[in-house]
């Protein structure tokens, strides 16, 4: 956790109840935490789980790992503490979208159990769900893949600190969701949904 340095600070509350956004929302604030290897999948997941759940009548967004490093984290690389900080940063932001009452869809690499874990603790201790996803897509199958070229560029030593192949990633131990290669996307959403419609974090 990352000391607090803002003196003469108070946390406001507000007047409007998390309750009673879930009953206007009919679903409860969530953050869905995708997690795995450059190409595994987890920004088409996290995409098409958006469009359904909109599509639905529910409220819903994605934070896209390439997409907040253009912003919120632009200022940040790829070293393992500027990896932990991009994880801290999103995970606040995350809980901050599960306790206005959104399903926030985070799709984030993140290598390193100890920072999924931190996200964990934020939302446990503000009583919000976190679902951990863990897209569990082989190495060979991402390298295959590589949309990006980035295994390519990586495998030249162009890239460095690049997760599996030059730096580790630590595999979820007890996802909420295994989503295991071979389905397609379609059928790994409706994974999730069930999951979701099981747990009441949607409430119709």
């Known amino acids: 956790m990352t000391d607090q340095k803002s003196t003469n600070v108070v946390w406001q509350i507000g007047r409007v109840e998390r309750q009673t956004r879930q009953k206007i929302f009919n679903q409860q604030g969530a953050t869905l935490w995708f997690t795995g290897l450059s190409g595994a999948g ?4 996290a995409f098409l789980l958006e469009h359904l759940l909109v599509e639905q009548g529910f409220k819903a967004y994605v934070l896209d790992g390439d997409n907040i490093r253009h912003g919120l984290n632009a200022n940040l690389g790829f070293s393992p503490a500027d990896r932990e900080e ?16 959104m399903i926030v869809l985070s799709s984030f690499i993140s290598p390193y159990r100890k920072d999924r874990e931190l996200v964990r ?5 503000a009583a ?3 679902l951990e996803i863990f897209i569990d897509t082989p190495l060979a199958v991402c390298e295959d893949r590589d949309p990006k070229q980035l295994y390519a560029k990586a495998r ?12 580790p990633y630590e595999s979820p131990e007890a996802p909420e969701i295994h989503i295991e290669h071979g389905l397609t996307p379609m ?8 999951y979701l419609h099981q747990h009441h974090i949607l409430q119709r």
């Open 187 to 194: 059928q790994h959403a409706e994974q999730v949904l069930d």
């Open 156 to 167: 030249r030593g162009e890239i460095k600190d690049f997760t599996g192949i030059s730096s």
């Open 86 to 101: 991009n994880i801290r940063r999103v995970g606040e932001v995350s809980k901050l979208f599960a306790d206005a009452g």
């Open 121 to 125: 603790k934020l939302h446990e201790q």
């Open 128 to 130: 919000l769900p976190f």
């Open 42 to 45: 987890k920004s088409t997941l």
